[in-house]
């Protein structure tokens, strides 16, 4: 099930994009601003919102460390932002000045990818804030990209159809037609899968455009072979052009949006309808699931952003999400479990939580008998079902 639970009305224009982060939200806007969120609460950070842009903003994207936040506009630009405080740590210019439309942090952080309407492709090295490498598509406006999992190749959508494939060198390995009337999205799942048969190493990915589809790729290495784009299926269940889509963390899910003003989530194996929201009222725009949450978020042309709580206990993908979910429950920080006890409806123990320093690890130690004891917790059974401890 998905629940909505809170719903960001703050944009006084179209909502472009939303990401998530460990512990925050951003979303942009039409309205040149970035807007930052706490994911505990989702009250707005003090230094929000951010401001500098010119004209609109249409893509913004969190750091893997969350630290820095990059957003790119319609002014020729991308800036980096201090998530701390909210300071402007860069602006880099577009070679050409041409409108950023998308950008993306390498998983290693080295390197801000932006793709622009004239279809140039950027590479700037984080670090140094200079130009690293540059390419160009043929033919159409850039609209889509997306980090392999090891950071050693990306992707790129246009407006013509095609998707690219590049390595970090900004070499062309390999291009595709994919979608008749444009590229709108594409995401790359950050689960690397291995075909043990053939010996293939692949990642999955997603791309949707104005044809109304999503598909279902898989992304090929093979040191005979080089790299393949090979086609796995299609996901049709919008009925006009979806404009995002996006994996989950554990790659067991899919979620789009559309002009049809939906939201469909999907499970990645089978390819069946989970989840069908209309809650928007206009054309969807941008959707994300939270890296370690069972949180996402949709953002439309109403100018809001929904925010969902997603039901993980339901078996999804022969049932694995749930283990799946505890490897990750590991790795959550402080601010992961204060987000994940606000989705719960358990906002009135965040302050306790943190006082006793629980991340991941210990919040899976945690026993109905020490919930009780030793944080004086009344409502320890509701947290022993969600974990099935």
Known sequence: MATLIHTLSD?????????????????????????????????ELPYSPLEGHTY??????????GLVLASCSTDGTSAL?????????????????????VCRF?????????????????????????????????????????????????????????LT??????????????????????????????????????????????D???????????????????YKCTLDGHSAPVLACAFSCDGQMIVSGSVDKCVIIYETSTGNTLHTLSQHTRYVTTCAFAPHSPLLATGSMDKTVHIWQLDLKQPCAGGTVENESKVAIEDWSEDDVSAWLCAQDLTDFVGLFKM?????????????????NELKIGKSIEIQIVFNL
């Open 11 to 43: 944009h006084s224009d179209d909502v472009n994009y939303c990401a998530f982060s460990s512990s925050c939200l951003a979303t942009c806007s039409l309205d040149k601003t970035i807007r930052v969120y706490s994911l505990s609460n989702f009250a």
């Open 81 to 101: 932002w201090d998530t701390r405080d909210g300071r402007r740590l860069a602006v880099l210019q577009q070679p050409g000045a041409s409108p950023v439309r």
């Open 106 to 162: 390498s998983p290693q952080a080295t390197y801000l990818l932006a793709g622009a309407a004239d279809g140039s492709v950027v590479l700037w090295n984080v670090q140094s804030m200079k130009l690293y490498r540059s390419g160009k598509v043929k033919g159409g406006s850039l609209m889509a990209c997306a980090f392999s999992p090891n950071g050693n190749i990306f992707v790129t959508g246009s407006s013509s159809g095609d």
């Open 56 to 65: 609109a903003v249409h893509c913004c994207c969190f750091s893997p460390s």
């Open 212 to 230: 109304n589809h999503i598909k279902l790729w898989l992304i090929l290495f093979a040191d005979f072979l080089g790299v393949q784009l090979k």
């Open 165 to 210: 494939i590049w390595d970090d060198k900004m070499r062309c390995l390999y291009n595709e037609k994919a979608h008749d009337l444009g590229v709108t999205c594409c995401d790359i799942s950050s689960h690397p899968v291995s075909d043990s048969e053939n010996g293939f190493k692949y990642f999955q990915m997603a791309s949707c455009g104005q």
């Open 356 to 372: 006793n320093n629980i991340d991941g690890k210990e919040l899976l130690n945690l026993t109905k008998e020490s919930l009780a």
